[in-house]
């Protein structure tokens, strides 16, 4: 079974940049899996960030950013700000109807 | 304005089988294009995705779970469910409805992104 990749654990400093990835097991993330990307914070259902690789959900500030980096899915926040440290998941599309979820990145602004 | 909530057994026995409910407004689930799919957190870990149930009544399991899951609708409810059989304590989980943001053109619905969720029932599995 196909294993959608995350880092576990990232951290940044206030006003810093960083990037999330979100790979497969096997194989490259395109365009043709659809990433998405959610926000949770504990206790709370996650909120989309991204959809489509790089689409915003309204609400989402413009320091979020997806894209296609070689390989893999990304998120990208630029300006990190202390509101951002969550844990953040990617999404997969592998077709035939089936989706499956990163194991999760937990951000650290510090 | 979309809403969904979970509702169901807070507390099921091992063995058994648990049946959630999903009861939405805002959408209809026999309008073109329109999906739900249900996912589980486990205390402290990861999400995962579980099933997904299409206007059309087309379904998609979980590869991993597809044996123990089933999904239907009651389209004059707005009422997805969701039952899962032989239910064990690494079942324990908060278990989320979220509706697929609907992106149908030329005849095609494409995969987007789960935009809205339910507040999530959590779930013990003990005797």
């Known amino acids: 079974q196909t294993v959608v990749t995350q880092e576990p654990s990232f951290s940044v400093s206030p006003g810093g940049t960083v990037t999330l990835t979100c790979g497969l097991s096997s194989g490259s993330v395109s365009t043709t899996y659809y990433p998405s990307w959610y926000q949770q914070t504990p206790g709370q259902a996650p909120r989309t960030l991204i959809y489509?690789?790089?689409t915003r959900s309204s609400g989402v500030p413009d320091r979020f950013s997806g894209s296609i980096l070689g390989n893999k899915a990304a998120l990208t926040i630029t300006g990190a700000q202390t509101d951002d440290e969550s844990d953040y998941y990617c999404?997969?599309?592998?077709?035939?109807?089936?989706?499956?979820f990163g194991g999760g990145t937990k951000l650290t602004v510090l | 304005q979309v809403t969904l909530k979970e509702s169901g057994p807070a507390l099921v026995k091992p063995t058994q089988t648990l049946t959630l409910t999903c009861t939405f407004s805002g959408f209809s689930l026999s309008t073109s294009g329109m999906r739900v799919s249900w996912i589980r957190q486990p205390p402290g870990k990861a999400l995962e995705w579980l099933a997904r149930i299409d206007w059309d009544d087309d379904k998609f399991y979980s590869t991993a779970l597809s044996t123990r899951l089933t999904v239907s609708k009651d389209t004059s409810k707005n009422q997805v469910v969701l039952t899962m059989t032989s239910m064990d304590p690494v079942d324990a989980a908060t278990y989320y409805c979220?509706?697929?943001?609907?992106?149908?053109?030329?005849?095609?619905?494409?995969?987007?992104?789960?935009?809205?969720w339910g507040q999530g029932i959590l779930v013990t599995v003990s005797s």
């Open positions: 999404v997969l599309y592998m077709g035939s109807g089936i989706s499956v």
């Open positions: 489509s690789t790089n």
């Open positions: 979220a509706r697929i943001r609907p992106d149908c053109r030329g005849g095609s619905c494409y995969a987007t992104d789960f935009d809205y």
